[in-house]
Antibody, heavy 121, light 107 residues
Framework: QEQLVESGGGVVQPGGSLRLSCATSRFTISKFGMNWVRQAPGKGLEWVAFIEYDGRKIQYADSVKGRFTVSRDTSKNIVYVQMNSLRPDDTAVYYC??????????????WGQGTLVTVSS | DIQMSQSPSSLSASVGDRVTITCRASQSVGAWLAWYQQKPGKAPNLLIYKASSLQSGVPSRFSGSGSGTEFTLTISSLQPDDFATYHCQQYNSYSPTFGQGTKVEIK
Protein backbone atom coordinates (compact mmCIF):
# COMPACT_ATOMS: atom_id res chain seq x y z
CA GLN A 1 0.00 0.00 0.00
CA GLU A 2 1.43 3.35 -1.02
CA GLN A 3 1.74 5.88 1.74
CA LEU A 4 1.94 9.66 1.74
CA VAL A 5 2.47 11.59 4.96
CA GLU A 6 1.73 15.30 5.22
CA SER A 7 3.02 17.58 7.94
CA GLY A 8 3.38 21.27 8.72
CA GLY A 9 -0.21 22.28 9.32
CA GLY A 10 -1.26 24.49 12.21
CA VAL A 11 -2.84 27.79 13.18
CA VAL A 12 -1.58 30.95 11.52
CA GLN A 13 -2.75 34.55 11.48
CA PRO A 14 -4.09 36.14 8.31
CA GLY A 15 -1.20 37.30 6.17
CA GLY A 16 1.09 34.66 7.63
CA SER A 17 2.96 31.77 6.04
CA LEU A 18 3.24 28.02 6.40
CA ARG A 19 5.12 25.31 4.57
CA LEU A 20 3.53 21.90 4.21
CA SER A 21 5.51 18.76 3.46
CA CYS A 22 4.49 15.48 1.87
CA ALA A 23 6.86 12.57 2.32
CA THR A 24 6.80 9.01 1.08
CA SER A 25 9.11 6.04 1.32
CA ARG A 26 6.96 3.85 -0.89
CA PHE A 27 7.66 5.27 -4.34
CA THR A 28 9.91 7.75 -6.07
CA ILE A 29 8.30 11.18 -6.52
CA SER A 30 10.45 11.86 -9.58
CA LYS A 31 8.38 9.25 -11.42
CA PHE A 32 4.97 10.74 -10.68
CA GLY A 33 3.12 14.02 -10.86
CA MET A 34 2.27 15.19 -7.36
CA ASN A 35 -0.65 17.35 -6.31
CA TRP A 36 -2.06 19.28 -3.38
CA VAL A 37 -5.82 19.16 -2.86
CA ARG A 38 -7.66 20.91 -0.04
CA GLN A 39 -11.01 20.60 1.66
CA ALA A 40 -12.49 23.42 3.71
CA PRO A 41 -14.53 22.33 6.75
CA GLY A 42 -17.79 20.76 5.62
CA LYS A 43 -17.05 21.55 1.97
CA GLY A 44 -16.01 19.72 -1.18
CA LEU A 45 -12.57 19.05 -2.59
CA GLU A 46 -10.53 21.73 -4.37
CA TRP A 47 -7.39 21.01 -6.37
CA VAL A 48 -4.64 23.48 -5.41
CA ALA A 49 -1.38 22.72 -7.19
CA PHE A 50 0.52 20.24 -9.36
CA ILE A 51 4.18 19.53 -10.01
CA GLU A 52 5.07 17.26 -12.91
CA TYR A 53 7.24 14.18 -12.42
CA ASP A 54 10.33 15.94 -13.79
CA GLY A 55 9.57 19.21 -12.05
CA ARG A 56 9.34 21.11 -15.34
CA LYS A 57 5.66 21.93 -15.25
CA ILE A 58 3.92 23.47 -12.28
CA GLN A 59 0.30 24.55 -12.20
CA TYR A 60 -1.81 26.36 -9.60
CA ALA A 61 -5.47 27.01 -9.00
CA ASP A 62 -6.40 30.64 -9.59
CA SER A 63 -7.36 30.93 -5.91
CA VAL A 64 -3.75 30.42 -4.79
CA LYS A 65 -1.73 31.65 -7.77
CA GLY A 66 0.93 34.12 -6.70
CA ARG A 67 0.65 33.10 -3.04
CA PHE A 68 1.48 29.37 -3.01
CA THR A 69 4.63 27.75 -4.37
CA VAL A 70 5.02 24.01 -4.88
CA SER A 71 8.46 22.41 -4.96
CA ARG A 72 10.16 19.13 -4.28
CA ASP A 73 13.38 17.63 -2.98
CA THR A 74 14.03 14.43 -4.88
CA SER A 75 16.96 13.51 -2.63
CA LYS A 76 14.57 13.41 0.33
CA ASN A 77 11.54 12.26 -1.70
CA ILE A 78 9.45 15.13 -0.32
CA VAL A 79 7.02 17.53 -1.98
CA TYR A 80 6.38 20.93 -0.43
CA VAL A 81 3.89 23.73 -0.72
CA GLN A 82 4.94 27.12 0.60
CA MET A 83 1.83 29.12 1.47
CA ASN A 84 2.19 32.90 1.86
CA SER A 85 -0.28 35.72 2.41
CA LEU A 86 -2.69 33.25 3.97
CA ARG A 87 -6.35 34.24 4.20
CA PRO A 88 -9.19 32.86 6.34
CA ASP A 89 -10.65 31.15 3.26
CA ASP A 90 -7.45 29.09 2.98
CA THR A 91 -8.55 27.24 6.11
CA ALA A 92 -8.80 23.59 5.10
CA VAL A 93 -7.38 20.12 5.38
CA TYR A 94 -4.60 19.91 2.83
CA TYR A 95 -4.00 16.57 1.15
CA CYS A 96 -1.06 15.45 -0.90
CA UNK A 97 -2.12 13.18 -3.77
CA UNK A 98 -0.21 11.19 -6.35
CA UNK A 99 -1.19 11.72 -9.96
CA UNK A 100 -1.73 8.82 -12.32
CA UNK A 101 -1.97 9.06 -16.08
CA UNK A 102 -0.32 11.33 -18.60
CA UNK A 103 -0.62 15.04 -17.76
CA UNK A 104 -2.82 16.93 -18.02
CA UNK A 105 -5.15 13.95 -17.75
CA UNK A 106 -4.26 12.90 -14.23
CA UNK A 107 -6.50 11.51 -11.53
CA UNK A 108 -5.37 10.84 -7.96
CA UNK A 109 -4.70 7.25 -6.99
CA UNK A 110 -3.09 7.69 -3.55
CA TRP A 111 -3.72 10.32 -0.91
CA GLY A 112 -2.10 11.27 2.35
CA GLN A 113 -4.06 11.55 5.58
CA GLY A 114 -4.16 15.33 5.35
CA THR A 115 -2.93 18.18 7.55
CA LEU A 116 -5.17 20.92 8.89
CA VAL A 117 -4.36 24.57 8.22
CA THR A 118 -6.36 27.14 10.19
CA VAL A 119 -6.03 30.81 9.31
CA SER A 120 -7.45 32.88 12.10
CA SER A 121 -6.60 35.85 14.27
CA ASP B 1 -12.69 26.15 -15.30
CA ILE B 2 -15.04 23.24 -15.92
CA GLN B 3 -17.85 23.14 -13.35
CA MET B 4 -18.98 19.79 -11.98
CA SER B 5 -22.41 19.24 -10.49
CA GLN B 6 -23.55 16.14 -8.61
CA SER B 7 -27.08 14.99 -7.87
CA PRO B 8 -28.48 14.35 -5.45
CA SER B 9 -26.50 16.18 -2.77
CA SER B 10 -27.56 13.50 -0.31
CA LEU B 11 -29.65 10.38 -0.25
CA SER B 12 -30.93 7.85 2.25
CA ALA B 13 -30.83 4.19 1.32
CA SER B 14 -30.97 0.75 2.88
CA VAL B 15 -28.49 -2.09 2.79
CA GLY B 16 -29.05 -4.02 -0.42
CA ASP B 17 -30.44 -1.06 -2.36
CA ARG B 18 -29.19 -0.09 -5.80
CA VAL B 19 -27.85 3.46 -5.65
CA THR B 20 -27.11 5.78 -8.56
CA ILE B 21 -25.32 9.13 -8.35
CA THR B 22 -25.12 11.52 -11.30
CA CYS B 23 -22.32 13.92 -12.17
CA ARG B 24 -22.63 16.57 -14.88
CA ALA B 25 -19.88 18.67 -16.42
CA SER B 26 -20.34 22.20 -17.76
CA GLN B 27 -18.54 21.14 -20.94
CA SER B 28 -17.35 17.87 -22.40
CA VAL B 29 -14.58 16.10 -20.51
CA GLY B 30 -14.56 13.02 -22.74
CA ALA B 31 -14.06 10.02 -20.46
CA TRP B 32 -11.68 11.85 -18.11
CA LEU B 33 -13.83 11.37 -15.05
CA ALA B 34 -12.99 9.77 -11.70
CA TRP B 35 -15.06 8.86 -8.65
CA TYR B 36 -13.85 8.86 -5.04
CA GLN B 37 -15.33 7.64 -1.76
CA GLN B 38 -14.63 9.60 1.41
CA LYS B 39 -15.48 8.66 4.97
CA PRO B 40 -15.55 11.23 7.82
CA GLY B 41 -12.09 12.34 8.88
CA LYS B 42 -10.41 10.30 6.14
CA ALA B 43 -8.82 11.02 2.79
CA PRO B 44 -10.71 10.28 -0.42
CA ASN B 45 -10.26 6.81 -1.88
CA LEU B 46 -10.21 6.25 -5.66
CA LEU B 47 -13.02 4.01 -6.92
CA ILE B 48 -13.33 4.59 -10.67
CA TYR B 49 -11.17 6.31 -13.28
CA LYS B 50 -11.63 7.02 -16.97
CA ALA B 51 -15.37 7.00 -16.35
CA SER B 52 -15.75 3.24 -16.05
CA SER B 53 -12.44 1.62 -15.06
CA LEU B 54 -12.52 0.02 -11.63
CA GLN B 55 -9.50 0.78 -9.44
CA SER B 56 -7.67 -2.31 -8.23
CA GLY B 57 -9.09 -3.63 -4.97
CA VAL B 58 -12.45 -1.87 -5.29
CA PRO B 59 -15.47 -4.19 -5.00
CA SER B 60 -17.26 -5.00 -8.24
CA ARG B 61 -20.57 -3.68 -6.89
CA PHE B 62 -19.21 -0.24 -7.85
CA SER B 63 -19.48 0.72 -11.50
CA GLY B 64 -19.23 3.89 -13.54
CA SER B 65 -20.59 4.93 -16.89
CA GLY B 66 -21.00 7.92 -19.14
CA SER B 67 -18.99 10.23 -21.36
CA GLY B 68 -18.96 13.84 -22.46
CA THR B 69 -20.96 15.77 -19.89
CA GLU B 70 -23.03 13.17 -18.03
CA PHE B 71 -21.74 10.37 -15.82
CA THR B 72 -23.13 7.96 -13.25
CA LEU B 73 -21.74 5.99 -10.34
CA THR B 74 -23.79 2.93 -9.43
CA ILE B 75 -23.57 0.78 -6.34
CA SER B 76 -25.43 -2.40 -7.25
CA SER B 77 -26.16 -3.58 -3.71
CA LEU B 78 -25.37 -1.10 -0.95
CA GLN B 79 -23.28 -2.52 1.88
CA PRO B 80 -22.77 -1.12 5.42
CA ASP B 81 -19.23 -0.04 4.50
CA ASP B 82 -20.55 2.08 1.61
CA PHE B 83 -22.18 4.79 3.71
CA ALA B 84 -19.92 7.71 2.87
CA THR B 85 -19.61 10.78 0.66
CA TYR B 86 -18.88 10.31 -3.05
CA HIS B 87 -17.07 12.86 -5.19
CA CYS B 88 -16.69 13.04 -8.96
CA GLN B 89 -13.67 14.74 -10.53
CA GLN B 90 -12.93 15.76 -14.09
CA TYR B 91 -9.32 15.67 -15.19
CA ASN B 92 -9.52 16.88 -18.76
CA SER B 93 -7.12 19.76 -18.12
CA TYR B 94 -4.42 21.09 -15.82
CA SER B 95 -7.25 22.50 -13.68
CA PRO B 96 -9.06 19.42 -12.39
CA THR B 97 -12.33 20.12 -10.61
CA PHE B 98 -14.60 18.18 -8.28
CA GLY B 99 -18.32 17.96 -7.77
CA GLN B 100 -19.73 19.13 -4.45
CA GLY B 101 -20.15 15.57 -3.19
CA THR B 102 -23.06 13.21 -2.54
CA LYS B 103 -23.59 11.93 0.98
CA VAL B 104 -25.07 8.43 1.18
CA GLU B 105 -26.79 7.89 4.52
CA ILE B 106 -28.52 4.98 6.17
CA LYS B 107 -32.30 4.97 5.87
Amino acid sequence: QEQLVESGGGVVQPGGSLRLSCATSRFTISKFGMNWVRQAPGKGLEWVAFIEYDGRKIQYADSVKGRFTVSRDTSKNIVYVQMNSLRPDDTAVYYCARGRGDPPQQFFDYWGQGTLVTVSS
Amino acid sequence: DIQMSQSPSSLSASVGDRVTITCRASQSVGAWLAWYQQKPGKAPNLLIYKASSLQSGVPSRFSGSGSGTEFTLTISSLQPDDFATYHCQQYNSYSPTFGQGTKVEIK
